[in-house]
């Protein structure tokens, strides 16, 4: 599966963005998908998954009601929509596929990755 993540920028501090992850060379309903973010030094870190049917999100507590993922399958891809942005929020962003149930928190626990885009919160 290969996993190609869009839609980063600069954006001011209480701004949205809408981040995108389209999938191609798999079956992409088979994949709970992730999106996780790296600020510089930082290890990466979860933020939020969807389950295969878009039934069940999960969501990092620093990101719960800002942040909404959701998922078009029939277009094999997957969203993150971003609100109340803050300057804390700055990092690259990148989507994750796994063959494990949601809400699979841990890098290990997916298969397959995207590049990342890059999102910065001007404060």
């Known amino acids: 599966v290969q996993l190609q993540a869009s839609g980063g920028g600069l954006v001011q501090a209480g701004g949205s963005l809408r981040l995108s992850c389209a999938a191609s060379?798999?079956?992409?309903?088979?994949?709970?998908m992730g999106w996780f973010r790296q600020a510089p030094g930082k290890e990466r870190e979860f933020v939020g998954s969807i389950s295969w049917s878009g039934t069940n999100t999960h969501y990092a507590d620093s990101v719960k009601s800002r942040f909404t993922i959701s998922r078009d399958n029939a277009k094999n891809t997957v969203y993150l929509q971003m609100n109340s942005l803050k300057f804390e929020d700055t990092a690259v962003y990148y989507c994750?596929?796994?063959?494990?149930?949601?809400?699979?928190?841990?890098?290990?626990?997916?298969?397959?990755w995207g590049q990342g885009t890059e999102v910065t919160v001007s404060s």
């Open positions: 060379g798999g079956t992409f309903t088979w994949y709970t």
């Open positions: 994750a596929a796994s063959t494990n149930g949601a809400p699979a928190y841990r890098t290990s626990e997916y298969n397959y």
